[in-house]
């Protein structure tokens, strides 16, 4: 996300059901459609916005990556999260903390910071997805009437050239997808835990993490 801006252990975030082959059309995986339907937001929205943010080609066609940072305009893919991490603090000396993006949504850190009580929760699949979906429900929120325009207001809150340009992206994401069951869509209304300064973040194992969500590398293609 330029300006503004998983599953359990027994399935991948990154990686759609076995019928997803990247020259056919892709469901949207079960992560992103749980976390959609928690905020209100259509899965293939959210699913779309983060192809679009952080696709990497992978196997199985290409899919989000979650360890991608955005800085100044640069994309950077990051082989682990604590690659990842590492380099986000090196870059937080030297970029404003607005023009840095992170995560499998690219969740901007100025503007959307707050979403994170760390750099390192931050780039949690599971937390980015939900900071994401938070934010594009808000920007439907402000102008219902379509996600296009909600996913341009996602990338680029102005509106303008560039916010149109990102909704033709989405657009053409979303020609790949194939829609899952319609279900309806619980809207979680608990409030945030209070964030704390972004630059005091040490790493912490990943077996603390409490959302029940774990993100499993992918393996490497077979001969």
């Not at 019928?19 to 056919?24: F, H, P, R, V, Y």
């Not at 870059?91 to 840095?100: C, G």
């Amino acid at each position: 996300m330029a300006t503004r801006s998983v599953l359990t252990g027994a399935a991948l975030l990154l990686l759609a059901s076995a019928n997803c082959w990247s020259s056919g059309m892709q469901t949207v995986p079960d992560g992103y459609t749980k976390v959609a339907r928690e905020h209100g937001v259509p899965p293939e929205a959210l699913y779309s916005v983060a192809l679009q943010e952080s696709s990497r080609t992978l196997p199985r066609g290409v899919r989000p990556w979650p360890w991608t940072l955005n800085v100044a305009g640069k994309g950077y893919r990051y082989k682990t999260r604590l690659d990842a991490w590492q380099a986000l603090q090196v870059f937080m000396k030297t970029h404003s903390l607005k023009r840095i993006d992170v995560g499998i949504a690219q969740v901007n850190l100025g503007w959307n910071g707050d979403h994170f009580t760390s750099t390192w929760e931050a780039l949690d699949p599971y937390t980015n997805l939900n900071a994401a979906a938070v934010i594009l429900r808000e920007c439907w929120d402000r102008k219902p009437g379509s996600w296009l325009d909600a996913a341009g207001c996602y990338h680029h809150p102005a509106g303008g050239q560039a916010a149109a340009r990102y909704r033709s992206f989405i657009r053409t994401k979303l020609a790949t997808l194939q829609s899952p069951p319609s279900q309806p869509a619980p809207v979680d209304n608990s409030p945030a835990p209070a964030p704390v300064q972004l630059a005091d973040n040490a790493p912490v194992p990943a077996a603390t993490s409490n959302t029940g969500f774990v993100w499993i590398e992918p393996r490497s293609p077979r001969p």
